[in-house]
T-cell receptor, first 114, second 118 residues
């Protein structure tokens, strides 16, 4: 069965430090991959996506993620985090039976401390 | 980008009553919308797929008589939690697929509704 694994439930870091949020997926077919961010009591916002082409994708607020097919990973990174980056981050892949239905990882809470 | 609006953002209701949650696509037509449920500190679980003009498709284990879905127009889907009980308390989030011809499986999410049943 398809699955998305986010091994870290919470990642505490100090402001301006680098961070990596890990995501591994299971799939035997070509994949699309997404990272969503959720601020408290809000819905999800698309952070970045991999559909095809360059394996390194970037967001407008400094996050980047790299699709690694051999390791079936799509880790999210940021070289220097801000307090405002504190949020829940979800990795997601479309289901095989419908590319518009998403399977989410369990989420990683990024906690940025001053 | 495409905007999805969900209303209300918070609702508290008494046990046994019904609650309706609206999901609107503001600047695009959404032939398909999705309803997710999120328990505290957990991930989102797909409840059902809402198709304009036809019956919703429910995921395994989701009670269709409990969670009524209506997708009456290309911009509006509603989720009604009938005879709500405290265990229905949760965060409900909708998402919508933009257009009918896009090949990109990107979903746009509403801001969510926090339902508390007392």
């Amino acid at each position: 069965a398809q699955s998305v694994t986010q091994l870290d439930s919470q990642v505490p870091v100090f402001e301006e430090a680098p961070v990596e949020l890990r995501c591994n997926y299971s799939s035997s077919v070509s994949v699309y991959l997404f990272w969503y961010v959720q601020y408290p009591n809000q819905g999800l916002q698309l952070l970045l996506k991999y559909l095809s082409g360059s394996t390194l994708v970037e967001s407008i607020n400094g996050f980047e993620a790299e699709f690694n097919k051999s390791q079936t990973s799509f880790h999210l990174r940021k070289p220097s985090v801000h307090i405002s980056d504190t949020a829940e981050y979800f990795c997601a892949v479309p289901r095989m039976d419908s590319s518009y239905k998403l399977i989410f990882g369990s989420g990683t809470r990024l906690l940025v401390r001053p | 980008g495409a905007v999805v609006s969900q209303h209300p953002s918070r609702v508290i209701c008494k046990s046994g009553t019904s609650v309706k949650i609206e999901c609107r696509s503001l600047d695009f037509q959404a032939t398909t919308m999705f309803w997710y449920r999120q328990f505290p500190k957990q991930s989102l679980m797909l409840m059902a797929t809402s198709n304009e003009g036809s019956k919703a498709t429910y995921e395994q284990g989701v009670e269709k008589d409990k969670f009524l879905i209506n997708h009456a127009s290309l911009t509006l889907s509603t989720l009604t939690v009938t005879s709500a009980h405290p265990e229905d308390s949760s965060f409900y989030i909708c998402s919508a697929r933009a257009g009918t011809g896009t090949a990109e499986p990107e979903a746009f999410f509403g801001q969510g509704t926090r339902l508390t049943v007392v």
